[in-house]
Each structure stands twice: as C-alpha cells, then as structure tokens.
Nanobody
Framework: VQLVESGGGLVQAGDSLRLSCAAS????????MGWFRRAPGKEREFVAA????????YYADSVKGRFTISRDDAKNPVYLQMNSLKPEDTAVYYC????????????????WGQGTQVTVSS
C-alpha cells in the first residue's frame, strides 16, 4: 500500500493550495480517507476526513469553512482544498486511509503517506 501526497509549497497568507493524495495497493473506494498535519514542535493533529463514497465529511474547528476535503473514486485521489491560508496552517500534511468509518482518531487509520510541506508566510 502506498499513499503519496503532492501539492504542498510556500504561499502567502490568504492564498490557496490544493493537496492531492494518490493511493495504490488498496481498494480505495472501501476506505475512508483523512488529512492530518504536524506543525513544528507539535503533535500530529486531525484536519479533515471523508467517509467511503464521500457521504460524510468532518473538519477540525480550526479549518472549518476554509478547507474542503473531497474524493474521486473513479480516479483514485483524495483532495484537500485549502483557502484563506494562515501562518498557523504551516505544517507537514499527511494523507491517511482508514478501514473504519473515518474520524479524527489517529489510531483508526491503517495507512499513511510520507507527507507534504505547506508553509504559509505572513
């Protein structure tokens, strides 16, 4: 199983980025998907999750209204559209796959990508 994130970069506050996560080696449509992030000196934290078939989505309060998670089961990837970025969004962003319903609980995720760096300057 391999999850590969892309789309990170250096942007200014207020800009947008779209992260992508391509999964291989697993029946993608059978897995809930999540995005997490780890800022320097902090623990990994939940950002957003989407259930199988995209029926439900969940967001951390800190990104609600600014970030949107989506999935395309036909093409495989899961996306994280990030708008109105803030310096506090600076972190390494990780994609993860869960055989359960998809939630903010890190331990429910079975597979993880290597992460992509997002840096937001003020």
């Amino acid at each position: 199983v391999q999850l590969v994130e892309s789309g990170g970069g250096l942007v200014q506050a207020g800009d947008s980025l779209r992260l992508s996560c391509a999964a291989s080696g697993l029946p993608f449509s059978n897995f809930a998907m999540g995005w997490f992030r780890r800022a320097p000196g902090k623990e990994r934290e939940f950002v957003a999750a989407i259930s199988r078939l995209g029926v439900y989505t969940y967001y951390a309060d800190s990104v609600k209204g600014r970030f949107t998670i989506s999935r395309d089961d036909a093409k495989n990837p899961v996306y994280l559209q990030m708008n109105s970025l803030k310096p506090e969004d600076t972190a390494v962003y990780y994609c993860a796959a869960s055989g359960k319903t998809g939630s903010q609980i890190i331990n429910e995720y079975d597979y993880w990508g290597q992460g992509t760096q997002v840096t937001v300057s003020s």
